[in-house]
């Protein structure tokens, strides 16, 4: 809402000042500042709000130590980081760019969908929440909506040189360049790190490969946007993890959006993508302001209304970076945790159909309530996730450098 004013001050009045608002790192660090008083400063008056509405959480007796004490904890949390990212987002983002568009639409989407969940959940008593297949139906929904747009959206491009972009004497030289729409993507580890889904999926024709890339992006924002919901089973687990993502995330998104910095990382250049830098961090400003208040002990819980909406997110942003291949490695404490499930359950099924009695794995899943259940202290397994998360970073962005 700001930056077309701020535009005109600069551009028609010739305001002095003004044109310090073109600059993303400016807005980018407005929109953390804002995130950060709207969680801290507001962090208490929502939570109250909360309380006093009776939303407290519903807590499932899985044996584990210090449980108890969380029933009752307000829930539905979420609706303070959705604040907090949409609102300097609004304030600060340039809104006619399609991609904050599209991040906005998915924040708002998600958090829909997990909001409903929570108040089936807290107000209608039912411990199993919105129905399984509703959910899937509203993530479906959001992935056609991102990999239609991404696929023909005309703004959704990627930058060729012809000749190298270079410095010298301090001056610029803009080399001859064009955008092109390209299905291209980034290969992590690999000299020559571009994939070209066209040219992958291409024989099967021109009618069949848009469908083919919607039902990758469905399946990266379901599997991503589940990830953070199973990983937020412990306090400031998911909200620490998205924080370190985030950032992640936005160091990528600058250096997208940078011609010489992309040239000479041998990353592709993505004309309008630096203003995701804005939306990651308003992003990482709520998840540490979130922090403030869910780090052990919790006084709140985000609920399926932050969670599904986190991961989510963090797809949707990889997605227009072109670093959604990079996901397995950057996100992979939400990887780890949705495949504790899977082989838990996968292993369960199979030793009780071989052996008539089914065997675990782990004493739990996710992996989480497997160390709570080896007693180890909630916090320490909290930090020793989030320390793998930080290594798990370093080694993504490390990516940059490989040619």
């Known amino acids: 809402m700001l930056y077309p004013i701020f535009e005109y001050l600069d551009q028609v009045l010739d305001f002095p000042g003004a044109g310090v608002f073109r600059y993303i790192s400016f807005r980018a660090g407005m929109a953390a500042l804002v995130s950060l008083i709207i969680t801290i400063t507001f962090g208490n008056h929502i939570i109250n709000w909360i309380r006093n509405k009776q939303i407290g959480e519903t807590v499932r007796d899985l044996g584990l130590e ?35 568009i599209l991040l906005l ?17 807290v107000f209608k008593k039912n411990k199993e929440g919105l129905k399984g297949r509703f959910k899937i139906v509203g993530q479906i929904g959001i992935g056609v909506i991102v990999g239609a747009t ?22 610029v030289e803009t080399p001859a360049f064009q955008d ?46 589940n990830g953070a919901n199973i990983t937020d089973g412990i306090d400031g687990l998911a909200a620490g993890t998205s924080a370190i993502i985030g950032l992640t995330i936005a160091i990528f998104a600058y250096l997208s959006g940078n ?4 040239q000479y990382l041998n990353i592709m250049y993505i004309p309008n993508s630096g203003e995701l830098v804005i939306f990651a961090s308003a992003f990482i400003g709520a998840c540490i302001g979130f922090l403030w208040y869910n780090a052990y002990p919790a006084q709140v819980f985000m609920g399926d209304t932050g969670s599904l909406m ?30 504790s499930v899977v082989l838990q359950v996968s292993y369960f099924k199979y ?17 989480h309530h497997h160390y709570q259940k ?30």
């Open 351 to 367: 030793t009780k159909k071989k052996f008539g009695e089914g065997r675990r794995i782990f004493l739990m899943s996710p992996l």
């Open 66 to 100: 210090g449980q108890a004490q969380k029933k009752g904890t307000p829930t539905m949390g979420g609706l303070m980081i959705i604040a907090a990212i949409v609102i300097p987002t609004l304030l600060f983002g340039d809104l006619d760019n399609i991609y904050i």
């Open 259 to 262: 011609a010489i910095f992309s």
């Open 180 to 225: 092109v729409k390209a299905l291209k993507t980034t290969i992590p580890f690999v000299k020559n790190n571009e994939l070209d889904y066209e040219r992958l999926l291409g024989f099967l024709g021109e009618s069949v490969t848009p469908i083919l890339y919607i039902l990758v992006v469905i399946f990266i924002i379901t599997a991503v946007s």
């Open 374 to 403: 080896k007693n180890i202290p909630e916090a320490k397994i909290v930090t020793r996730f989030w320390i793998v998360g930080i290594l798990l970073a370093v080694i993504t962005l490390a990516t940059l450098k490989l040619r």
């Open 105 to 121: 639409v998915t924040t708002v989407w998600l958090g829909g969908i997990g909001f409903v969940d929570d108040y089936i959940k």
């Open 310 to 339: 986190l991961g989510g997110a963090i797809a949707v942003m990889a997605l227009t970076l072109r670093k959604e291949l990079l996901i397995p490695i950057m996100c992979g404490i939400f990887v780890i945790e949705n495949l």
């Open 150 to 171: 991404l696929y023909f959206h005309e703004d959704v491009v990627i930058r060729e040189f012809s000749t190298p972009v270079s410095v010298e004497s301090g001056v």
